[in-house]
């Protein structure tokens, strides 16, 4: 009985200690900014805070939001390019449009 609590102890305290480190996006996101010294402060804080706005390239798109999910369309139409983050709720999925040298025109994020 004595080693089922240590165990179950061991388990709870494991899952409480790896619950407080960064999540993977914010690992991501900083892993992104720190390969990339030349990102204007600005960018940094889009990236860090996970905002994507017009302007950003595809990459920095990937490090804000990740890549988007593999079940989720993509779309190249033309001279452009649309990502669709689709969520697996009921919820409106969000797109970002790119231009045809990759940067993004626009942003399209369901209401809060």
């Not at 996101?29 to 010294?37: C, L, S, T």
């Not at 669709?84 to 399209?108: E, I, K, M, W």
Request: glycine fraction near 6%; include cysteine.
């Amino acid at each position: 009985m004595r080693s089922l609590r240590v165990c179950l102890f061991v388990a709870i305290a494991a899952l409480l200690i790896a619950g407080c480190g960064p999540s993977l996006a914010t690992q991501r996101r900083q892993a992104y900014i720190n390969a990339h010294p030349e990102l204007s402060p600005l960018a940094k804080q889009y990236i860090a805070t996970g905002l994507v706005v017009r302007g950003m390239t595809m990459e920095e798109v990937r490090a804000a939001w990740g890549p988007p999910p593999a079940d989720c369309p993509k779309r190249i139409a033309g001279m452009y390019a649309i990502w669709s983050y689709c969520n697996r709720n009921l919820a409106p999925s969000s797109f970002v449009f790119f231009d045809q040298t990759g940067h993004v025109t626009h942003v399209q994020v369901p209401p809060s």
